[in-house]
């Protein structure tokens, strides 16, 4: 069992950064892939970006490359997202899942373990 608490969501404008981090809890944190997906109000969830157990691989959905970074620090068993230029379309609950395998995947159902989530909010 592996336990995953979000944080660091809030209320940013438009233009803005925050960082959100995932603390890991239960089994061996670096077995993991990591990911953060995101559910907006009224639509489905959505993958965001997601980084290989050893954090060498990464991969991001087209609308947050090259503002938002997926990292991980396996030493605190936490993964963070680093979440820049931030947009109102941003605006979301985060959610960080963990799934045990050595691949990374962009569907939320293959993944084994989430958090909570965390909000945030992108005002224009």
């Known amino acids: 069992q592996v336990h995953l608490v979000e944080s660091g969501g809030g209320l940013v404008q438009a233009g803005g950064s925050l960082r959100l981090s995932c603390a890991a809890s239960g089994r061996t944190f670096s077995d993991y892939v990591m990911g953060w997906f995101r559910q907006a109000p009224g639509k489905e969830r959505e993958f965001v970006a997601a980084i290989s157990w050893t954090g060498g691989s990464t991969y991001y959905t087209d609308s947050v490359k090259g503002r938002f970074t997926i990292s991980r620090d396996n030493a605190k068993n936490t993964v963070y997202l680093q979440m820049n230029s931030l947009e109102p379309e941003d605006t979301a609950v985060y959610y960080c899942?963990?799934?045990?395998?050595?691949?990374?995947?962009?569907?939320?159902?293959?993944?084994?373990?989430w958090g909570q989530g965390t909000q945030v909010t992108v005002s224009s």
């Open positions: 899942a963990g799934r045990n395998s050595a691949y990374i995947d962009t569907t939320g159902g293959r993944y084994n373990y």
